[in-house]
């Protein structure tokens, strides 16, 4: 395993619509568990492939406390929503900024597994935050989108901030 590097907004990539994977194979395998690796060493709860480079719909996801229930989801869609609630969010390409977002309160998706084999799951509170969050990303959207342009240039200003000090 390998950690990958994550790139940060206005990287391009984090601005393209991913595209779908057709092919389940070992390359696909080790790049999920180079993406699990990579989120659990930046302390993250989701990490999407564009956030590494690599522009395809591949997602993953572990909101349990001990990092003990990894998942990922492969060409997600949201097929159910509910609800509207503002959340608090972060994001790892847009390092040291926090702010809230208005979200679904509940969300279905359907997406692939590493097999290619079909699920569903639906959530709430940070899963359903998170399952917005990462799909989002395969959009091309990133949470700093759904602020408004005076708290977007703060976060951006912090995150500037942050990148040159480091
Ligand atoms: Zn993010």
Redesign the pocket.
Known sequence: MALLKIVYHPHPVLRQQAVPVTVFDDDLKKLLADMYETMYDAN?V???AP?VAIGKQIAVIDVSEKNNEPFCIINPQIIESRGNELMSA?????PNTHDKVPRATYVKVRAQNENGEFFEIEGNGLLGHCLQ??I??LNGI??IDHLSPLKRRMQLKKMAKFLKER
Do not use: N, T
């Not at 972060?90 to 847009?94: A, E, K």
């Open positions: 993250g989701g990490l999407a956030q972060g994001c790892l390409s847009v969050h990462e989002d990303h990133l949470y």
